[in-house]
């Protein structure tokens, strides 16, 4: 192994450290949480060879979302493709999406609603927020009918994440939360 393999997959292996740490932090106190100083601090390395790798907390941020948008896409295909029919696909895709917002609350405010350096429904999205968008869009197919159908699948994983985020932000009753996405399950596939 040459000497500068060895320094790439070091590199490699530091900036998986700084996503995994600043993610696991997340998850644990909060984004607030999550500074330069701490995370250099967690992962022991000083903060200009964090900087080496990031700019600073939004770049950190920005990676943890990709990271969580290939966590995402790989649960919503496990449920789009072990599902016996369109209809149940939906179901299924539906639960998946509000069970990782509900397990992953930090990693969810990362990828949907805080502020991150992506490039979101452009073709220079990262392959990772394709892929998750695209399990959605390959949901929602069957069911298009007549309807455009990137415009339908915006539609429904608009109304997934607004019952997400309106019940976890205590603005819609929790006890009602898999009655409500029944019924968007059901209007939806009608």
Not at 163 to 168: A, G, I, P, S
Request: proline residues 4%; glycine residues 4%.
């Amino acid at each position: 192994m040459s000497i500068q393999t060895r320094r790439e997959r070091e590199r490699a292996e530091r900036e998986r450290l700084i996503v995994t740490t600043a993610r696991d932090l997340a998850e644990a106190e909060g984004w607030d949480a999550v500074t330069t100083r701490r995370l250099a601090a967690e992962i022991e390395y000083s903060q200009p060879v964090l900087y080496s790798h990031f700019s600073g907390k939004d770049a950190i941020m920005a990676a943890v979302a990709v990271q969580g948008c290939a966590d995402l896409a790989a649960e919503l295909r496990t449920a789009r493709t072990s599902a016996g029919d369109p209809r149940q696909a939906l179901a299924d895709v539906g639960t998946a999406y509000a069970a990782f917002a509900e397990q992953r609350p930090a990693l969810y405010d990362a990828i949907f609603t805080l502020a991150v350096p992506l490039p979101f429904a452009t073709p220079e999205a990262p392959a990772e927020l394709q892929a998750a968008f695209g399990e959605i869009l390959e949901t929602v197919r069957p069911l298009a009918g007549d309807d455009q159908l990137e415009t339908l699948t915006e539609t429904f994983w608009a109304s997934l994440h607004g019952l997400v985020t309106l019940m976890r932000n205590g603005r819609l009753r929790r006890e009602e939360h898999e009655l409500r996405l029944a019924v968007l399950i059901r209007r939806f596939s009608s």
